[in-house]
């Protein structure tokens, strides 16, 4: 694979101002002041940067969507979505943790690009780690006026809503209202925190930007494939030896992410199925994972990368298990704003456990894929629709492993499947095939 080249080399956790600037930090933030906002947002169109979060929508159009000051005399925010709360997904943690600074220094081009003086980043409250940590951090700049210019970076620690990962959401929360989605349009960039031009972006796509800007938008789109340029940091967990954080180049197999990064499957144990990027995306059969990561190969096998959390299940895990365990999060998360949502992932729970427990028949499979029909796509926010779209996969790709079920009166695992224990990523592993940038 080609290296990234870029300016700033990073080999371990950066966390100090003197280290980073040590490495070449905040060069990119000059190279950007010495641009034009609109200058700024042509190299993040020009990289074809898209969204880290899971939307995957292009960056560089989503700032450039955010009206001009003097057709809309609003103030612009820019509010940094890092209340990562999908299972499987861990990335922006270590970001975090890691290189506070450069995301700082990423927070500072886009206020830049974006012409705003207020950004606000909002935290997972379960995350006192890396809040401290970017806390610290920004504490650091405080008597660096060169550096913060006339931008505010307020951290605001979240309450633990799964729902405030939507955007909208999130933006109710912040402004100290019930998290729950809003309608749409209007959108963020017109109407986003206290009804002025907001752009809402993610940890990970704000950490991307400054090298972007040291190496120029072409080159960075020269990485990875056609419409997944760049590389992507991915959280693999589950049943495999290395779990952890690992940055690729996009379009790098998922076969070898998981056997050759991640070690493949540990004791002898055979691959079963994998959860490609976080619990609200389609599963893979082990058959189905000689495919690209990137965003055009997924969508052919109707997943996505989402918000890059891989979670390798082996042969001992009960499919069934797997539709109840992530059912339960959707049930329990659901803000109940919307019916479908409310009441349709209550339902597919009690059905899941039913099956579970061989009190189901066999029309009770086909209601739980008629209840599947019945959210999908009648939600305000995806949360209702994913745990749908999941569970109607489980179903899809296992039905044999469900029929099993109400044949044999209960699970077939009798108490062997791998989710009698928790699934949880082991040891955490940093490592780079593409380049030594952390992030």
């Not at 004791?267 to 079963?272: C, I, S």
Request: aromatic fraction near 6%; proline fraction near 5%.
């Amino acid at each position: 694979m080609n290296n990234v080249a870029t300016e700033i080399v990073l080999k371990d956790a950066t966390t100090s101002l003197a280290e980073y600037e040590a490495a070449g930090g905040y060069a990119a933030l000059a190279q950007a002041r010495a641009l034009t906002p609109e200058q700024v947002t042509d190299e993040l169109i020009t990289s074809e940067l898209r969204g880290r979060g899971g939307a995957f929508f292009p960056t560089g159009r989503k700032w450039s969507f955010v009206p001009p000051k003097n057709t809309l005399p609003k103030p612009h925010y820019l509010v940094v979505n890092a209340d990562e709360s999908e299972p499987g997904s861990f990335k922006d943690n270590e970001i975090l943790s890691r290189v506070p600074h450069r995301f700082i220094e990423g927070c500072l081009i886009t206020a830049h690009a974006i012409d705003c003086t207020n950004v606000f980043v909002y935290i997972r409250g379960e995350y006192s780690g890396p809040y401290e940590i970017l806390v610290g951090a920004l504490e650091e700049l405080r008597d660096r006026k060169d550096i913060r210019g006339d931008v505010t970076i307020v951290v605001h620690r979240g309450a633990g809503a799964y729902i405030c990962g939507e955007e909208t959401a999130l933006l109710e929360s912040l402004e100290g209202k019930r998290g729950q989605p809003r309608s749409k349009p209007p959108f963020p960039a017109i109407s986003g925190l206290y009804a002025s031009p907001t752009v809402v972006n993610n940890v990970e796509t704000i950490a991307t930007v400054p090298p972007i800007i040291a190496m120029g938008g072409a080159e960075f789109a020269k990485l990875g494939v056609e419409n997944t340029r760049g590389t992507r940091v991915v959280s693999i967990s589950g049943n495999v030896v290395n779990g952890g954080n690992y940055e690729i180049e996009a379009g790098m197999s998922l076969r070898d992410i998981i056997y050759d990064l991640g070690g493949g499957i540990p004791d002898g144990r055979t691959l079963k199925a994998v959860v490609p990027g976080g619990s609200s995306t389609v599963i893979l059969t082990k058959d189905e994972i000689d495919v690209g990561y990137d965003f055009e190969s997924l969508a052919k096998l109707q997943t996505s990368m989402g918000s890059a959390g891989i979670v390798v299940l082996d042969d001992r895990c009960c499919i069934v298990q797997l539709g109840i365990r992530f059912s339960e999060f959707y049930e329990h998360e659901s803000c109940g704003k919307c019916t479908p949502c409310r009441e349709g992932t209550r339902w597919l729970t009690a059905i899941l456990r039913k099956l579970e427990d061989g009190r189901a028949g066999e029309h009770e499979l086909d209601l739980l894929l008629d209840v599947c029909d019945r959210i999908n796509g009648k939600c305000l926010c995806p949360l209702g629709d994913s745990d749908a779209i999941i569970v109607a996969s489980y179903v899809a790709k296992f039905r044999d492993e469900f029929v099993a079920h109400i044949e044999e009166g209960g699970c077939p695992f009798g108490g062997a499947s791998s989710l009698d224990h928790v699934l949880a990523p082991v040891a955490m592993h940093t490592h780079s095939p593409v380049a030594e940038v952390p992030a």
